[in-house]
């Protein structure tokens, strides 16, 4: 299933609770300060998001702009592997959010997280919400809890 949002709107209601999640996305919005072009990014969902994850994201983004660049404002979406089958809405709901950045020397990021995740009861859904989250070369990690 491919989910492109439009002005017209894609989400629907809450998945139910025993629904299956196959799939989503992230998406990243700078606030102020970009992110740098050679800092990487990974973001993972799991109980314990850095020992047991369930989604995953990690990459360098290189594809998305300038080189890996998140310019001032600009939105970015980044789709998530799953790595544990069979995770229902309600197990994902009592997990954590991790965001983990590697800069490369000095670099500020202040960024808005936005979580988009299909279920197989044919929802999809904004599942967590996260706005002025700030990362840089000393405070490299964020665990937010997902309700």
């Known amino acids: 299933m491919q989910i492109i949002p439009s002005n017209n709107g894609w989400l629907t209601g809450p998945p139910t609770p025993e629904s299956v999640i196959y799939g989503g996305f992230a998406v990243f919005t700078s606030q102020g300060d970009g992110k740098d072009w050679d800092t990487t990014v990974e973001l993972v969902v799991g109980s314990d998001p850095l020992l047991n994850p369930w989604m995953h994201l990690s990459s360098t983004l290189n594809h998305l702009d300038d080189q890996d660049q998140i310019r001032d404002g600009a939105d970015r979406f980044v789709p998530l592997s ?19 950045i590697k800069p490369n020397g000095h670099d500020t990021w202040n960024f808005n997280l936005r979580l988009f995740l299909a279920g197989t009861d044919g929802t999809f859904y904004e599942g967590k919400n996260q706005d002025l ?15």
């Open 82 to 100: 799953m790595l544990v089958a069979g995770v229902t809405w309600n197990t994902v709901r009592a997990g954590k959010v991790g965001v983990i």
């Open 133 to 147: 989250i700030t990362l840089d070369q000393v405070n490299t990690t964020i665990i937010i809890p997902f309700q």
